[in-house]
């Protein structure tokens, strides 16, 4: 018994050991190895992104809360959407917007819409809109009669400062209807 006792204590301390190294190893190899770190630097950053986006959905931007907003990474194949359900069906005069994640210094931060669509179930064309790089609000008359529901898509936005994210932050639609 002490025999296998001590050859356990042995083999506990080798297999310690190999994981010690294994870990020095990958820790030493991203200090050392370029190609290492651009790689582990990138999924940290494409992980983090993934987070924001996640965290800042597009129901962000039509909460009637100008303090959070919409986060859309603008890279897959698709535009960024968002689906808007006014709950019942109403006639439609404007679209204000307010675009980039906040109206202070780091405005320029994310990148901010500035080409948008409205596609409205039932219509062949969607409306277009053109959006300034401007904190303050902005109206947009959009007529449409007898609306449930629409999709918004992000076509184009303003790039973001040199030092600043590939996300398109939108902080809030606010929707005017007439009778």
């Known amino acids: 018994m002490g025999r296998s006792s001590s050859r356990s204590g042995v083999l506990r301390r080798v297999l310690l050991l190999l994981v010690v190294l294994v870990l020095v190893g990958a820790v030493a190899s991203y200090f050392v190895v370029p190609e290492v770190r651009e790689r582990v630097d990138s999924a940290v950053t494409d992980a983090r992104r993934m987070f924001e986006t996640w965290s800042n959905p597009g129901s962000r931007a039509l909460d009637k809360d100008i303090v959070t907003y919409w986060l859309a990474d603008p890279s897959g194949d698709t535009s960024p959407t968002v689906s808007v359900n006014f709950g019942e069906t109403i006639n439609l005069e404007t679209a204000t917007f307010h675009i980039g994640a906040n109206t202070g210094e780091d405005f320029r931060h994310y990148r901010r819409p500035r080409t948008v669509e409205f596609r409205v ?59």
């Open 121 to 179: 179930p039932g219509s062949t064309a969607p409306i277009r809109l053109v959006l300034r790089d401007d904190p303050a609000a902005q109206e947009h008359p959009i007529e449409v009669d007898a609306v449930r529901t629409m999709e918004l898509r992000i076509i184009d936005f303003h790039a973001s400062d040199a030092d600043g994210e590939p996300l398109v932050a939108l902080r809030e639609i606010e929707f005017t209807s007439r009778p």
